[in-house]
């Protein structure tokens, strides 16, 4: 069975920390890893990942997979009130011809300024 | 553009009620998802559709049923509601394997069955 742990469940972190959330993956046939945020509604696309030691970046966000180890990372720098959200990581896999994503339990990130 | 809606935005359901969730999307993807979101249980794969005309069980699909007469529409029927399936439900969809895998949600459904 295809599983996704991401740790910590839950951050509190004063304004201007920098903090890494970490997601590791049992997944066959992996194909890709996402990170999404959600705030108070639906979950919002931040990075797609498919190969090792690349990394992603927008703005104060960044990622890193490493298929070797099975994990991947997301930082944020100089985090704001703005970064407070729940953080999702999810493994896609493809089986008999179909495309699935499975998600972890989410990082709830709170920022107090 | 919308991208995805879906609708209602929130319902109280009664019991042995049906009801249909419905969703749909304006950019053309040809893979839709629905989801079940609940607390300490993360997001849930109910059922998807590959493209129209085809649909397919995820990970929790009892008690719901689904059908893709088109690319746009992907709707979500409860047959008989109980109240284990109260949750918020998200829509999604991507381009499909090999095209495009980043799936894109909708605003979600909150229901409660009493």
């Known amino acids: 069975e295809d599983k996704v742990v991401q740790s910590p469940l839950s951050l509190v972190v004063h304004e201007g920390d920098t903090v890494t959330l970490n997601c590791s993956y049992e997944?066959?046939?992996?194909?890709?890893l996402l990170w999404y945020k959600q705030e108070k509604k639906a979950p919002t696309f931040l990075f797609m990942l498919?190969?090792?030691?690349i990394e992603k970046k927008s703005g104060r966000l960044s990622s890193i997979l490493d298929k070797k180890e099975l994990f991947s990372i997301l930082n944020i720098t100089a985090t704001q009130t703005g970064d407070s959200a729940i953080y999702l990581c999810a493994v896609g896999n493809s089986g008999a011809g179909s495309y699935q994503l499975t998600f972890g339990k989410g990082t709830k990130l709170s920022v107090i300024p | 553009t919308a991208g995805i809606t879906q609708a209602p935005t929130s319902q109280i359901l009664a019991a042995g009620r049906s009801m249909t969730l419905r969703c749909t999307q304006d950019?053309?993807?040809?893979?839709m998802y629905w989801y079940r979101q609940d607390l300490g249980l993360g997001l849930r794969l109910i059922h998807y559709s590959n493209t129209a005309g085809t649909t397919g069980k995820g990970e929790v699909p009892d008690g719901y049923s689904v059908s893709r007469a088109n690319t746009d529409d992907f709707p979500l029927t409860l047959a008989s509601a109980v109240p284990s399936q109260t949750s918020v439900y998200f829509c999604a969809s991507s381009q499909g394997a090999g095209r495009g895998e980043t799936q894109y949600f909708g605003p979600g459904t909150r229901l409660l069955v009493l």
């Open positions: 950019m053309r993807h040809n893979a």
């Open positions: 997944v066959t046939n992996f194909r890709s």
């Open positions: 498919t190969s090792s030691g």
